[in-house]
């Protein structure tokens, strides 16, 4: 069912849609950032409401699993690969501790976005649509935003992070030292990405270095704002889904329990650790390892008294390379399981299927 991605699959209430409007002083709700009137409803609007099997309050969340925590600070390398891959292939998800990366800079780095998703709305769209080509922007719900679509309660500040500086002249200058920042936050976490993406490639038989170069020249920075919600059992953060690129690190708060995992039919709770990174797998490191690899299906539910924020960095490739099962891993009568495409298509593939994307990955 694809009611996460298009129309909704009850009457949509426009009367009350009208109502709720002009309560507001706007035309467009939906398309207005949730920051801007999550305060003036003690419900929640009915384009944001979930159909009742995707509501988290109609499904039990296991109690009884919790993903694995890796020590990236073991000196025995063949332990820390061990862990990464079995997390890797069991659950596609795992938290890191001991990575490098300074409590300061974790710190600076999620003040700095929450101050920038508590600006006045005029100051948060100006600062993030500075480039026509929109490479850095903000935008409510989902990247592409249809108001026939179910909502979710969240707004989003993306944009590219190359190792090459390039496109930095477009992220926001508030708040004060924001553009410093996040780029040193985004080099730390580059480093840490390769790290762990050499220790894959290495536990899949492949070249460490066979996911540099173009295949992780195109990082994007997602900051995600989820304000409190009336009603978090009717409502989502973000829906069920997998991640579009190789690999995705993620900074959540760590007093909100928000990140759900779906593994063997349940949903697992990513309870945060301080200062650890929340690590996941994405769909193309699933098609590189041949399906080896677990690009696992996750969601964000809401709650009612306090507002999360989170910084997620995707490792992603430039839109011509090629993302196909690595050859070393299908040359020995191994089949391939999924066809080659480009990064550019896989994604045109991706933003119209959501969740239903897979089929038409396979050969």
């Given at each position: 069912?694809?009611?996460?991605?298009?129309?909704?699959?009850?009457?949509?209430?426009?009367?009350?849609?009208?109502?709720?409007?002009?309560?507001?002083?706007?035309?467009?709700?939906d398309h207005m950032l949730v920051s801007s009137w999550f305060h003036l409803h003690s419900s929640v609007p009915l384009s944001y409401v979930q159909p009742p099997e995707s509501r988290?309050?109609?499904?039990?969340?296991?109690?009884?699993?919790?993903?694995?925590?890796?020590?990236?600070?073991?000196?025995?390398?063949?332990?820390?690969?061990?862990?990464?891959?079995?997390?890797?292939?069991?659950?596609?998800?795992?938290?890191?501790?001991?990575?490098?990366?300074?409590?300061?800079?974790?710190?600076?780095?999620?003040?700095?976005?929450k101050e920038f998703?508590?600006?006045?709305?005029?100051?948060?769209?100006?600062?993030?649509?500075?480039?026509?080509?929109?490479s850095c922007r903000l935008y409510t719900s989902r990247e592409i935003n249809n108001k026939d679509c179910i909502q979710f309660w969240r707004d989003t500040l993306r944009h590219f992070c190359p190792p090459s500086g390039e496109s930095m002249e477009f992220w926001p200058q508030k708040p004060a030292k924001y553009r410093e920042v996040v780029k040193k936050y985004t080099q730390e976490l580059r480093r840490l990405g390769m790290k762990i993406?050499?220790?894959?490639?290495?536990?899949?038989?492949?070249?460490?270095?066979y996911c540099s170069g173009g295949l992780s020249e195109s990082p994007l920075l997602l900051a995600h704002h989820y304000p409190p919600c009336p009603e978090p059992d009717l409502t989502l953060g973000t829906p069920k889904h997998r991640d579009p690129n190789l690999l995705t690190?993620?900074?959540?708060?760590?007093d909100i329990n928000a990140l759900q995992v779906f593994k063997d039919g349940e949903w697992i709770a990513v309870e945060p650790i301080p200062y650890a990174f929340v690590v996941n797998i994405g769909l193309l490191l699933q098609i590189i390892s041949n399906g080896r690899l677990i690009g696992a299906e996750h969601r964000v539910v809401t709650n009612s008294g306090t507002?999360?924020?989170?910084?997620?960095?995707?490792?992603?490739?430039?839109?011509?390379?090629?993302?196909?099962?690595?050859?070393?891993?299908t040359s020995s009568g191994v089949s391939p399981i999924y066809r080659s495409i480009t990064f550019e298509e896989f994604l045109k593939i991706f933003m119209g299927n959501g969740p239903d994307i897979e089929p038409q990955l396979l050969l």
């Open positions: 069912m694809k009611s996460n991605f298009c129309t909704p699959s009850w009457p949509y209430n426009t009367i009350y849609r009208k109502h709720i409007e002009g309560n507001i002083g706007v035309k467009n709700m988290p309050g109609m499904v039990v969340v296991t109690s009884g699993k919790t993903i694995p925590v890796v020590d990236l600070g073991l000196h025995d390398r063949a332990e820390t690969l061990s862990h990464i891959l079995r997390a890797s292939e069991d659950y596609g998800f795992f938290q890191v501790i001991n990575h490098g990366v300074s409590k300061e800079l974790i710190d600076d780095t999620l003040n700095i976005f998703h508590a600006m006045p709305p005029e100051e948060k769209m100006k600062e993030s649509s500075r480039d026509p080509n929109e993406l050499e220790v894959l490639c290495e536990g899949l038989g492949l070249q460490k270095e690190i993620l900074l959540q708060q760590k507002a999360r924020t989170t910084v997620a960095y995707f490792i992603r490739p430039r839109n011509e390379e090629i993302i196909e099962p690595a050859k070393p891993l």
